[in-house]
């Protein structure tokens, strides 16, 4: 058998799945300015899509901000000072790139976990371990 027939026959095995190439759309904060704070209404929806801890991120996005702020019961966020939108969500997305998305395959199936002051982010899809760079 040649080179390119057995390469043709491996690929009929694998999996439909190994050749997709979807999307992983990280969603918009949506947040509008109140006085001199900014009321992030949709922010657990964030954090749900992505798979991570609220508080995580939020710690994550103030310190990138430096600017103080919490997380309310109803699930929104209130951040003491006025920053606009595409500033909180270029922080989402720098976020996601740090904690979320596998540095060697670059899937977002990943997790977050904690050996003594370090934290590895594991992929569930390529079996990589890497360290993560900043500490929060």
Avoid: W
């Amino acid at each position: 058998m040649e080179y390119k027939d057995l390469l043709k026959k491996a690929r009929e095995k694998l999996p439909k799945s190994a050749f997709e190439r979807e999307r992983f759309e990280v969603p918009k904060v949506l947040g509008h300015i109140q006085g001199n704070r900014t009321i992030i209404s949709n922010f657990l929806q964030v954090t749900d899509v992505i798979r991570r801890e609220p508080k995580h991120m939020l710690k994550y996005i103030l310190r990138e901000l430096a600017t103080p702020g919490e997380i309310k019961k109803s699930g929104s966020v209130i951040i003491g000072t006025k920053v606009p939108a595409s500033r909180i969500n270029e922080k989402v997305r720098k976020y996601v790139d740090e904690f979320v998305l596998c540095t060697e395959c670059g899937k977002p199936d990943t997790k977050l976990e904690k050996e003594g002051d370090l934290i590895f982010l594991k992929c569930m899809a390529c079996g990589a371990r890497n360290p993560v760079k900043s500490k929060i």
